[in-house]
C-alpha cells in the first residue's frame, strides 16, 4: 500500500519536473536562435543551439530539484519518507539484527581512517547496541609499509577498544575489479553471517544512533534493498576544502531533499554511508562485465548507481532518506585531488552508455540517475564545444564576407541581425538559474533558525559570496580538465588505481606542469578574441581569465592557512564547528596510535618487536610451496645479511606475507651482530619508549 502511494507521487512529480525543464529548454532556446545573427540559418549556428538546449536543460534540472527541496522542507518534510512513517517510538521498540560495518582502503592515511573508525565504534558503544556489529576493515593496499601499518594500528585499535572477536583486519591478496571488488569478496566469504551490511568509505564518519536508525528502519521496511544516507562534509582546513563543506552543508539540504522527494524509492546508491541487505545484494546486484569494445568492456568501474539499478530491477526499493543526521564524509583538500579522482569517475560512468543500452528491466528513475552520472562529466565537453562553436561563429561574422544567403532556400537576402537585449536577457536567466538555488538555500538557513551556526547574516552572506566566486573560477577549470578525461576514456586509456592525497598541501611545480596545457589554452584563446574584435575579448574574459590563473588559483585554495584566516574571521562557518556532534568530537579527540620513539619502518617493526611479529604471523599464510617457497627462503637469507633496503615492493610484500619467513627473521636479527642493519634495529627497537605486553591479537 505504501508502495502504490509513493508510485503515485513518484509520476506525479516527475511529470512535472519534465514538463517545467522541456518549457524552460524550449523557451531558452527560442530565445537563442533569435540572439544569433543568422538565427539557426547555418550548421554552425544550428549546433550552438542543439548544444545550448541540452546544457540549459542540464542547469533546469538541478535549478527546479533546489526549488522541490526548498518547498519540501518548508512543508515540513517529505511525508513519504521514511522517518515520516515510522515515529520515535515505533523505532526505538523495533529489535536489531546482526548488522557488519565495513571499511574499504586502499593507501589511505592509516591513522585518519582508524580514527574515524574508532569514533563510529565508541558511538555506537554509547547507544547500548553494539552487540549486533561487527567492524571489517577491508585493505586493498599493495604496499607492505602501508599494510603492515595498518595492520599494526588495527591491533592496537583492538586492545584499546576491547574489541577482540568484533573488530576485524582482512587484506586482499589480489585487488580485482577495485573497491566493488573488496566489498563483493567480503560478501563471499561473511556476508551470509549478516543480515545488514553498512558500507563506509575511509573518511566516513557515522554517529551510533545513526547506524542504529538504519537498522531499525530495514527492519521495518523489508521491501528496502537499499539505504542511502546524506553524508554531509567535515573538516575542511584547506580553503578549497572549507568553501566544499561551506556548499555541503548550507545547499546540500535543500537539493537532497529535492533529490529524495523525485527519487523516492527508485534512489541512487552513492557507494558509502549507506546500508544494503546483504543476501538482496549478494543475490541481485553482482556486476557483469561489459562484452562491448573499447571503453565499454571489461569490469564496471563505478559501481554504485549501478548496484541500485540491480536492485530495483530485482523488485526491491532504494530510499534516500536526508533526515538521518549523524553522516559525514571529508572533501579533497586540494582541486588537483578533486581532479585526479574525477578522472576516475569519468570513466565509471561513461561505461554507464553501455548499460543504458544493454541491460534489460532498468527502472526509469534508474535510467534517469545512470544518464544523470554520464552528464555530470559529458557536460564539460558539450560545454566546451558550445565555447568552439561560439568562437567560429563570431570569427565567420568578424573576418569572413557576410552570409546573405543560408541554407534555406530564398529569393531574398538574409541580413545578420544581433538582438543584444535578448542576449542579455538569456545570459541573465541563465545566471538565475545557477544562483538562485543558492539563495533559497541561505533563505531556508533564515527560516530554520540556523543563521548564527553559520555566523549570522552579514557573515553568511560573505560566505556566499566567497563560495559564488570560486566556483565561478574554478568552473571553466573542471570544464576544460572533465573534457580531457572524457576524451581519454573514450581512447580506453589506462587508469593508475591510486590512494587519495586527504591532507597535503599542493606544489606550484605540480600545480604549472599539471594547468600548463589550459592555461596556453586560454592565452591563445583570449589573444585570438582580442585580435578579432575587443568586445568578443571581453566576452571570453569569464572563461579565459580562470584557466590563466589555474595555477596559482589551485594553489592558494589549497593552503590550509587562508582557510584557518578565513575560519578565524567567521566566515564559511559549518554548524559543527561551532557545536560539534559528539561523534566528531570523539574523532577529534582521539589519542594517537602508539609511535616508537625513534624512527622505524613498519617492516622492521614487524621483524623485531616480539608482539607485532607474533600477530603478524598469525595474519600471514604459514608457508608458500613450491617455487614461491625457494624464493621466499632467498630473500630471507638476503634480508638477514643486506637488510631488506633493495628490495621492491612485491618481494617485501612476500615476505611479510610468510609466516616461516617472519619467525626466521625475528629469531635471527635478534642474534644478529650489533654492527649489522639487524642489530642496528634491534638497537632502535630497545630504546623505544612503549611496550606492549606479550597478548595475542585477534586473527583477521
Same mark, same amino acid.
Given at each position: 500500500m505504501a508502495s502504490a502511494r509513493w508510485r503515485r507521487a513518484a509520476l506525479v512529480r516527475r511529470t512535472l519536473l519534465t514538463s517545467l525543464v522541456l518549457a524552460q529548454t524550449l523557451l531558452g532556446s527560442y530565445f537563442l536562435t533569435w540572439v544569433l545573427p543568422y538565427h539557426g540559418g547555418n550548421p554552425v549556428e544550428l549546433?550552438?543551439?542543439?548544444?545550448?538546449?541540452?546544457l540549459f536543460a542540464w542547469i533546469s534540472v538541478g535549478f527546479?530539484?533546489?526549488?522541490?527541496?526548498?518547498?519540501?522542507?518548508?512543508?515540513?518534510?517529505?511525508?513519504?519518507s521514511l522517518l515520516r512513517r515510522h515515529g520515535p517510538e515505533v523505532l526505538a521498540s523495533q529489535p536489531l539484527a546482526r548488522t557488519a560495518?565495513?571499511?574499504?582502503?586502499?593507501?589511505?592515511?592509516?591513522?585518519?581512517?582508524?580514527?574515524?573508525?574508532?569514533?563510529?565504534?565508541?558511538?555506537?558503544?554509547?547507544?547500548?547496541?553494539?552487540?549486533?556489529?561487527?567492524?571489517?576493515?577491508?585493505?586493498?593496499?599493495?604496499?607492505?609499509?602501508?599494510?603492515?601499518?595498518?595492520?599494526?594500528?588495527?591491533?592496537?585499535?583492538?586492545?584499546?577498544?576491547?574489541?577482540?572477536?568484533?573488530?576485524?583486519?582482512?587484506?586482499?591478496?589480489i585487488n580485482l575489479h577495485y573497491k566493488s571488488g573488496n566489498v563483493a569478496d567480503f560478501m563471499r566469504r561473511w556476508g551470509r553471517e549478516y543480515r545488514y551490511t553498512i558500507v563506509l568509505d575511509a573518511d566516513s564518519l557515522m554517529a551510533g544512533h545513526?547506524?542504529?536508525?538504519?537498522?531499525?528502519?530495514?527492519?521495518?521496511?523489508?521491501?528496502?534493498?537499499?539505504?542511502?544516507?546524506?553524508?554531509?562534509?567535515?573538516?575542511?582546513?584547506?580553503?578549497?576544502?572549507?568553501?566544499?563543506?561551506?556548499?555541503?552543508?548550507?545547499?546540500?539540504?535543500?537539493?537532497?531533499?529535492?533529490?529524495?522527494?523525485?527519487?523516492?524509492?527508485?534512489?541512487?546508491?552513492?557507494?558509502h554511508n549507506a546500508i544494503i541487505r546483504t543476501a538482496t545484494f549478494m543475490r541481485h546486484c553482482g556486476l557483469p562485465k561489459l562484452r562491448g569494445f573499447g571503453l565499454f568492456s571489461g569490469p564496471i568501474s563505478s559501481h554504485d548507481f549501478v548496484e541500485a539499478a540491480f536492485m530495483g530491477r530485482a523488485g526491491y526499493e532504494v530510499w534516500l532518506e536526508p533526515a538521518l543526521a549523524g553522516s559525514h564524509e571529508e572533501s579533497p583538500p586540494a582541486l588537483m585531488e578533486e581532479l585526479s579522482r574525477d578522472k576516475r569517475w569519468a570513466k565509471g560512468n561513461l561505461?554507464?552508455?553501455?548499460?543504458?543500452?544493454?541491460?534489460?528491466?532498468?527502472?526509469?528513475?534508474? *535510467?534517469? =540517475?545512470?544518464? $544523470?552520472?554520464?552528464?555530470?562529466? /559529458?557536460?564539460?565537453?558539450? &560545454?566546451?564545444? +558550445?565555447?568552439?562553436?561560439?568562437?567560429?561563429?563570431?570569427?565567420?561574422?568578424?573576418?569572413?564576407?557576410?552570409?546573405?544567403?543560408?541554407?534555406?532556400?530564398?529569393?531574398?537576402?538574409?541580413?545578420?541581425?544581433?538582438?543584444?537585449?535578448?542576449?542579455?536577457?538569456?545570459?541573465?536567466?541563465?545566471?538565475?538559474?545557477?544562483f538562485f538555488p543558492k539563495l533559497l538555500a541561505a533563505a531556508d538557513l533564515a527560516f530554520d533558525k540556523r543563521l548564527a551556526q553559520h555566523g549570522g547574516v552579514l557573515r553568511v552572506t560573505a560566505s556566499v559570496l566567497i563560495e559564488i566566486l570560486v566556483s565561478a573560477l574554478l568552473a571553466p577549470i573542471r570544464m576544460l580538465?572533465?573534457?580531457?578525461?572524457?576524451?581519454?576514456?573514450?581512447?580506453?586509456?589506462?587508469?593508475?588505481?591510486?590512494?587519495?592525497?586527504?591532507?597535503?598541501?599542493?606544489?606550484? *611545480?605540480? =600545480?604549472?606542469? $599539471?594547468?600548463?596545457?589550459?592555461? /596556453?589554452?586560454?592565452?591563445? &584563446?583570449?589573444? +585570438?578574441?582580442?585580435?578579432?574584435?575587443?568586445?568578443?575579448?571581453?566576452?571570453?574574459?569569464?572563461v579565459a581569465l580562470p584557466l590563466i590563473l589555474a595555477a596559482p588559483t589551485s594553489v592558494l585554495l589549497g593552503?590550509?592557512?587562508?582557510?584557518?584566516?578565513?575560519?578565524?574571521?567567521?566566515?564559511l562557518l559549518i554548524g559543527q564547528e561551532r557545536d560539534p556532534d559528539p561523534v566528531l568530537r570523539e574523532l577529534h579527540d582521539a589519542p594517537p596510535f602508539p609511535h616508537p620513539k625513534e624512527e622505524t619502518t613498519a617492516f622492521s617493526r614487524a621483524v623485531i618487536d616480539p608482539v607485532l611479529n607474533r600477530m603478524h604471523r598469525s595474519c600471514a599464510r604459514q608457508a608458500h610451496q613450491?617455487?614461491?617457497?625457494?624464493?621466499?627462503?632467498?630473500?630471507?637469507?638476503?634480508?638477514?645479511?643486506?637488510?631488506?633496503?633493495?628490495?621492491?615492493?612485491?618481494?617485501?610484500?612476500?615476505?611479510?606475507?610468510?609466516?616461516?619467513? /617472519?619467525?626466521?627473521?625475528?629469531?635471527?636479527?635478534?642474534?644478529?651482530?650489533?654492527d649489522s642493519y639487524w642489530g642496528r634495529e634491534v638497537a632502535k627497537f630497545q630504546g623505544i619508549d612503549y611496550l606492549i605486553e606479550p597478548t595475542t591479537g585477534p586473527k583477521s
Open positions: 549546433g550552438l543551439i542543439l548544444l545550448f538546449a541540452l527546479w530539484v533546489g526549488v522541490f527541496g526548498f518547498v519540501v522542507r518548508r512543508l515540513g518534510g517529505d511525508r513519504h560495518v565495513v571499511m574499504p582502503i586502499y593507501h589511505e592515511p592509516v591513522e585518519r581512517s582508524l580514527n574515524g573508525l574508532r569514533a563510529t565504534y565508541r558511538s555506537l558503544e554509547e547507544t547500548g547496541q553494539l552487540e549486533h556489529f561487527d567492524f571489517f576493515i577491508l585493505s586493498d593496499s599493495r604496499d607492505p609499509e602501508v599494510w603492515l601499518s595498518e595492520r599494526e594500528a588495527w591491533y592496537h585499535l583492538c586492545k584499546e577498544l576491547g574489541a577482540a572477536g568484533r573488530l576485524f583486519y582482512r587484506r586482499r591478496r545513526t547506524l542504529v536508525t538504519m537498522v531499525r528502519l530495514m527492519e521495518r521496511e523489508p521491501q528496502i534493498g537499499i539505504l542511502q544516507t546524506s553524508p554531509d562534509i567535515i573538516n575542511g582546513r584547506s580553503l578549497f576544502a572549507r568553501v566544499q563543506q561551506f556548499a555541503s552543508q548550507v545547499y546540500g539540504p535543500i537539493f537532497t531533499s529535492g533529490l529524495a522527494a523525485l527519487q523516492l524509492g527508485e534512489a541512487a546508491y552513492w557507494g561505461q554507464h552508455l553501455w548499460l543504458l543500452l544493454s541491460e534489460p528491466r532498468l527502472r526509469m528513475a534508474h *535510467r534517469m =540517475a545512470l544518464l $544523470n552520472g554520464v552528464m555530470s562529466y /559529458l557536460a564539460s565537453p558539450l &560545454w566546451f564545444g +558550445f565555447l568552439a562553436l561560439t568562437t567560429l561563429a563570431a570569427a565567420r561574422l568578424f573576418l569572413l564576407p557576410i552570409e546573405y544567403f543560408t541554407t534555406e532556400p530564398s529569393l531574398f537576402p538574409q541580413w545578420p541581425k544581433w538582438n543584444p537585449q535578448w542576449a542579455i536577457a538569456l545570459a541573465s536567466s541563465t545566471l538565475f538559474l545557477l580538465a572533465h573534457t580531457r578525461y572524457v576524451l581519454e576514456a573514450l581512447l580506453n586509456t589506462t587508469l593508475r588505481w591510486a590512494g587519495q592525497n586527504r591532507s597535503a598541501e599542493p606544489r606550484w *611545480r605540480d =600545480a604549472f606542469t $599539471n594547468h600548463a596545457p589550459g592555461t /596556453l589554452l586560454a592565452l591563445g &584563446w583570449a589573444s +585570438f578574441a582580442w585580435w578579432m574584435d575587443p568586445m568578443f575579448f571581453y566576452w571570453t574574459l569569464p593552503r590550509v592557512w587562508l582557510g584557518q584566516s578565513l575560519r578565524q574571521r567567521g566566515l613450491g617455487a614461491k617457497a625457494r624464493q621466499v627462503q632467498r630473500l630471507t637469507q638476503h634480508c638477514l645479511e643486506q637488510g631488506p633496503n633493495s628490495f621492491s615492493r612485491r618481494e617485501l610484500s612476500l615476505l611479510a606475507d610468510d609466516a616461516t619467513a /617472519l619467525a626466521c627473521l625475528h629469531e635471527q636479527a635478534w642474534c644478529a651482530s650489533p
